[in-house]
């Protein structure tokens, strides 16, 4: 595989954690593990990482705020892109969960210290079941076979890399595109806002049918419908 700087392990705690360690002797850097003992998710919560899945960190030294906002956008796209690949038609979950139908198959987390942005990409490949109270699915499960976790770290990587020097509207409508129709509630300010998703705007705001607000003020979106 010809990833730039690629740390490949059999286990790892985090691969986030092991990204931000090498940011400190590199300027880039690619994190797989096949299995880890502390896969985090966003708002604290826990990854499921069990072997099958792609469990993938990509590092960047040295950026500034506007390009982890774009991040946010660009890696929902690289994945939905690369799962039409394998003819999986996906949507996106505000802000970057990839949805099969109403199963969650991709969870994705940026982080950042000072001016390191991590990258975070939990894909579910090859698992062929998960705990009951979570509703995920995966690309074994949807296609009923098994694929190769380094071919597809290898294309979302690469479709990564030419979305991020791409004109960034451009994206930013792809991705408004296929977001997954609902209607949501999330906590704004101490109020409690609700409303239908129509996009995400260029100042980086969730669109509702009721207003705009800025995302990175908002903790956890919600479907209620
Ligand atoms: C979420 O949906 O809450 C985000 C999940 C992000 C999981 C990925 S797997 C690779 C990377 N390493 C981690 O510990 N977490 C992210």
Redesign the pocket.
Known sequence: MSLKNLFEFDILD????KAFELLKNYNEVVVI?QR?L??????G?K?I?DIG?????IGFKDKDIEFSKRLLIISSIAVLDILKDYEIEAKVKIP??IYYQDK?L????IEIKDRDVVL???LNINQSHFPLEIKATSMFLIKNKNFNIKEIAQKIYNKLKILINADFKFVLENYNKQIKASLVEFEYNGNLIKGEILGISENFEIVLSSGKFDMFYIREVKEIL
């Open positions: 985090s691969t986030q954690d593990a880890m502390k896969g985090r998710g966003r708002y919560n990854w990482s899945g792609l469990y993938m960190s970057n969960d969650k991709c969870g994705i987390l975070g990409i939990g």
